[in-house]
Nanobody
Framework: QVQLVESGGGLVQAGGSLRLSCAAS????????MGWFRQAPGKEREFVAA????????NYADSVQGRFTISRDNVKNAVYLQLNSLEPGDTAVYYC?????????????????WGQGTQVTVSS
């Protein structure tokens, strides 16, 4: 049974930082590209960042480019998202997701597995 478990969310002031973690089990982690998405109240789930299987290639949404950093550890079966210079607009539930094969890592529909999410709240 595949499980993705996010952690590290919380309440932070604008300008602060958080580090999200996603622990994966039940799959051969190194065979999967990983993505982070977020969903704010009343909005659709949106792409944040993605990383290829080897960790060599990364994609970011324009809104987080230069502030967020995605990384992975294929020994620990984990993917991370470092959130810096947080803004109130970053408030959302953050989800990690795994995909075996996908042509478009920015698309939610392409992912095979999802975690339950972790709440990030940024106060002004």
């Amino acid at each position: 049974q595949v499980q993705l478990v996010e952690s590290g969310g919380g309440l932070v002031q604008a300008g602060g930082s958080l580090r999200l973690s996603c622990a994966a089990s039940g799959l051969i982690f190194s065979n999967y590209a990983m993505g982070w998405f977020r969903q704010a109240p009343g909005k659709e789930r949106e792409f944040v960042a993605a990383i290829r299987r080897s960790g060599g290639l990364k994609n970011y949404a324009d809104s987080v480019q230069g502030r967020f950093t995605i990384s992975r550890d294929n020994v620990k079966n984990a993917v991370y998202l470092q959130l810096n210079s947080l803004e109130p607009g970053d408030t959302a539930v953050y989800y990690c997701a795994a995909v075996r094969i996908s042509a478009d890592l920015t698309a939610t529909r392409g992912y095979d597995y999802w975690g339950q999410g972790t709440q990030v709240t940024v106060s002004s």
